[in-house]
């Protein structure tokens, strides 16, 4: 087999005499003694429920390859959630195959051997010396607790169900089925119910959250320094999610004043204005890739005006009335009727309305001031299990082991003529993460405070 590199453009030719001084000299390869990663046992499950779902089929989940950010420079690798559900493993372009006999194989490119070749210190992709060591086949086995191959070794030759749109290799080498649709709708519903370890892992990222978000209120003085001070307060929480975990587990949102009422605002070059408050969405990204969510909107200057006030109270409500609606059974959609209900009963008596709060809820006039609907699935992906059938997750009901969020919001637009002065600008949205119980719900992130006075409280004390 021809070796092939990935050389950069600048890569320096490598003479005959040090090819083979390369080869030479080295210690043992072996790493230090591998344990199995704590997911083994539970991926095993996983995999076993995946292959009685599809029995006699063969089923390919590829991990994904690695994307270009810059010509020869690329995005530190995530892999995709279900192939990371299934097997715990986190390097690119390896695949797991489920036989028909529902034995699993995960074929890998592990680290190349320094005796057999220039790859492990001339590939600026893949080499050993300039992205780190993969495991060999015998140390993945032993992490994943499953049969590994080499790469070069997958057969995808016959029928096959895919999980398409992760892999163009795979992609191209297996004919496209009637039946892969089905795979990646199962793939994202098994996910609806979260088992032990993976409540575990959600407690870990929203306990990490938690101190990001205290990070962020000792930061304020400093921050109030910067022209860009929201970049200010993304960098603090950033060091906490990348301290304590991956990363973030999305971009976070750190919207001062009138940005607030920008419902994904990820540019965080605002300033600081200490009149303002301050919307934060934002969660730490564990290392085995299960993200919290939450949001806190606060005020600046350490105490809520008036103006402020009433209109948090209002969102307050709103969750508070969605939250008391979780339970086994429950509608998926019933949190959001809740908070909605209450937010149209505010907006009347601010005198934003005329209309009933039934009228109002089924004409969608409301919608102008909170546009979008107030909390999803939470796990692997920030919105998970994205890719499951309505009818199992929007339009279905809640279940003992989901994990979900609920955030309810207003977004008083600056330009909007339809309210009073003093209500334009504003942006409140109030997030946590709440595990469903058999008689109701968990808070897991129960360790910040909501409530108004709460909040103010537990501003003067890290400040």
């Given amino acids: 087999m021809t070796e092939r590199l990935n050389t950069g453009s600048h890569d320096l030719p490598v003479t005959e005499e040090l090819a083979a001084f390369m080869r030479t000299g080295w210690a043992s390869e072996r790493r230090a003694e591998i344990a199995p990663r704590p997911i083994a046992p539970w991926a095993a499950k996983r995999r076993a429920a995946l292959a009685q779902r599809f029995p006699g089929e063969r089923l390919v989940i590829p991990a994904g390859t690695l994307k270009v950010r810059s010509n020869d420079c690329d995005y530190r690798f995530r892999p995709h959630s279900a192939y990371s559900y299934l097997t715990g493993a986190n390097e690119s372009d390896d695949v797991l195959v489920i036989e028909p006999s529902g034995e699993a194989v995960l074929y890998v490119?592990?680290?190349?051997?320094?005796?057999?070749?220039?790859?492990?210190?001339?590939?600026?992709?893949?080499?050993?010396?300039?992205?780190?060591?993969?495991?060999?086949?015998?140390?993945?086995?032993?992490?994943?607790?499953?049969?590994?191959?080499?790469?070069?070794?997958?057969?995808?030759?016959?029928?096959?169900?895919?999980?398409?749109?992760?892999?163009?290799?795979?992609?191209?080498?297996?004919?496209?089925?009637?039946g892969d649709a089905e795979l990646e709708s199962f793939l994202s519903e098994m996910r609806l119910v979260k088992d032990e370890w993976e409540v575990g892992e959600l407690r870990s990222a929203v306990d990490a959250t938690v101190r990001g978000f205290e990070d962020v209120v000792r930061a304020l003085p400093q921050a109030f320094g910067h022209s860009r001070g929201e970049r200010y307060l993304e960098g603090v929480f950033g060091l906490r999610a990348r301290l304590e975990g991956n990363a973030v587990g999305y971009e976070s949102i750190v919207a001062s004043g009138s940005h607030a009422c920008v419902l994904h605002w990820i540019r965080n070059d605002g300033a600081l204005r200490r009149d303002d408050l301050l919307l934060m969405d934002a969660g730490v990204e564990s290392d085995t890739l299960y993200t919290a969510d939450?949001?806190?909107?606060?005020?600046?200057?350490?105490?809520?005006?008036?103006?402020?006030?009433?209109?948090?109270?209002?969102?307050?409500e709103a969750q508070t009335a969605a939250i008391a609606t979780l339970r086994p059974g429950a509608r998926f959609r019933d949190f959001h009727l809740a908070a909605m209900r209450v937010i149209c009963d505010g907006l009347r008596e601010w005198g934003l309305f005329k209309e009933s709060t039934d009228t109002l809820m089924?004409?969608?006039?409301?919608?102008?001031?909170?546009?979008?609907?107030?909390?999803?699935?939470?796990?692997?992906?920030?919105?998970?299990?994205?890719?499951?059938?309505?009818?199992?997750?929007?339009?279905?009901?809640?279940?003992?082991?989901?994990?979900?969020?609920?955030?309810?919001?207003?977004?008083?637009?600056?330009?909007?003529?339809?309210?009073?002065?003093?209500?334009?600008?504003?942006?409140?949205?109030?997030?946590?993460?709440?595990?469903?119980?058999?008689?109701?719900?968990?808070?897991?992130?129960?360790?910040?405070?909501?409530?108004?006075?709460?909040?103010?409280?537990?501003?003067?004390?890290?400040?």
């Fill in 109 to 178: 490119r592990p680290r190349a051997p320094r005796a057999e070749g220039q790859e492990f210190y001339r590939d600026r992709r893949y080499g050993e010396f300039w992205a780190g060591p993969r495991p060999d086949l015998a140390e993945a086995s032993e992490l994943y607790q499953i049969e590994c191959a080499h790469i070069r070794d997958l057969d995808l030759t016959g029928p096959a169900r895919v999980l398409r749109g992760v892999d163009p290799s795979v992609d191209a080498r297996v004919e496209r089925g009637d």
């Fill in 294 to 316: 939450v949001t806190r909107t606060i005020p600046l200057s350490g105490r809520f005006s008036p103006v402020q006030r009433q209109v948090y109270e209002l969102v307050y």
């Fill in 362 to 463: 089924e004409t969608g006039l409301y919608r102008r001031y909170t546009l979008c609907s107030s909390g999803h699935m939470l796990g692997l992906d920030v919105h998970d299990c994205a890719k499951s059938r309505a009818e199992v997750y929007l339009d279905g009901v809640l279940e003992e082991g989901n994990v979900l969020t609920v955030e309810p919001g207003l977004y008083l637009q600056p330009d909007d003529l339809t309210l009073p002065e003093e209500l334009r600008g504003i942006g409140v949205r109030i997030e946590d993460d709440l595990l469903i119980t058999a008689d109701g719900a968990v808070m897991l992130s129960d360790g910040l405070p909501r409530h108004p006075d709460e909040i103010e409280s537990w501003m003067g004390g890290l400040l």
